[in-house]
């Protein structure tokens, strides 16, 4: 055994945060049971649709990247003493971006890699934006952040729905009375390519940009002047400004940076798994991924863990309601289960941390 990893399970939060996972998963179990739906076959369906297959591996971590994007960026405004619950409409901005400039932006034309590189990038950026109106509104006129981000969300996700009831927008033209409301399928050009190139196991190239990006915001957070900044900043925002630090352009700027992890959150939805914009595209991606920032407590390790642990739970979620007819609600019930074991099991750590 590599002593990195003796040295992480001889924390005791490593256990007793499994303890808590292992105990919230048994009560979910038990509401099943009570449900009148057979264990085994609820266990055997949620196995099936998490793990059970190359498919279902590749869905749950597709899955996974999406929250672990908006994990990191949680966690990167969290420096900053920010709170960006923005993540549901940075998503959904990044997908309405990506759609267009995949169906109408002309990055079909461009040359290969470029053309599903574009609209990632854009969406990025789109999303990079919606974040920094709320930064804006932080640092110019005092506007709470959390209120800010959750409103730009609401709007954010309506602007989804507006765009896909519409011919004018990015509706696919009406042919009948059986069209539905959604986008034209993207070009094959834009689509993110898979890193098997088959279908049976479509895990795309996002996940090795998410690793990436994972390693690159631990690295800022904990090796550079930029995290040390934001540290100071989140910490005693006076202190820092006497100090010469620019505080608006933190502020502005590590919200751009959260949103454009949404953004770009968003489009590797669109272009690596649904390739058509939908009404309820982002799903409440953006929320789960949040909850999985806040259960990181500022933790790049911890997100990527926590977005692990929801991805498969979504997956096999579904699986277990498609194939053992529980109610996806039971599952985000188990979520929220998790959430508060989780929650207080992280109190009890820092009352017997903290120094009487």
């Given at each position: ?10 924390r ?26 057979p ?53 959904a ?51 709470n ?57 479509p ?55 959260a949103?454009a992890?949404?953004?770009l ?29 806040l ?41 929220g ?20």
């Open positions: 055994m590599t002593s990195p990893w003796r040295s992480a399970l001889a005791p939060a490593v256990w007793i945060s499994l303890a808590a996972v292992l105990g919230a998963l048994a009560f979910g179990l038990l509401l099943v049971a009570l449900m009148g739906v264990v085994g076959d609820a266990i055997e369906a949620f196995a099936e649709g998490a793990w059970g297959s190359p498919y279902a591996v590749a869905a749950s971590l597709n899955r996974s990247l999406a929250f672990a994007l908006v994990g990191l960026g949680f966690v990167l405004a969290q420096r900053a003493n920010l709170t960006n619950v923005g993540g549901e409409g940075q998503i901005v990044g997908g309405i971006v990506a759609t267009a400039v995949a169906l109408y932006g002309g990055a079909k034309e461009l040359p290969a890699g470029l053309a599903f590189v574009l609209p990632a990038l854009a969406a990025a950026l789109a999303g990079g934006l919606w974040g920094a109106i709320a930064g804006v509104l932080k640092a110019k006129v005092g506007t952040e959390v209120i800010s981000t959750l409103m730009l969300s609401f709007i954010a996700v309506w602007m989804v729905y507006g765009s896909v009831q519409s011919e004018q927008l990015l509706r696919q033209p009406v042919s009948n009375a059986t069209t539905l409301p959604e986008s034209l399928e993207i070009p094959d050009p834009t689509k993110i390519p898979l890193l098997t190139g088959d279908f049976s196991m895990l795309h190239w996002g996940l090795p940009v998410g690793i990436v990006l994972a390693i690159v915001v631990a690295v800022v957070l904990n090796r550079t002047v930029l995290g040390l900044r934001l540290r100071a900043v989140g910490l005693n925002p006076l202190a820092a400004r006497r100090a010469g630090m620019p505080m608006v352009s933190s502020v502005v700027g590590v919200l751009f940076a949103g992890l949404g953004g959150a968003g489009a590797f939805m669109l272009q690596g798994e649904q390739y058509s914009l939908k009404t309820g595209f982002s799903s409440s991606y953006g929320f789960d991924g949040l909850v999985v920032g259960l990181a407590r500022g933790s790049v390790t911890g997100v990527v863990a926590g977005s692990l642990l929801f991805g498969f739970l979504r997956s096999g979620g579904i699986n277990m309601e498609m194939s053992a007819n529980v109610p996806t609600a039971l599952v985000v019930v188990i979520q289960l998790i959430i508060v074991t989780l929650a207080g099991a992280a109190h009890r750590l820092d009352k017997k941390e903290t120094p009487r």
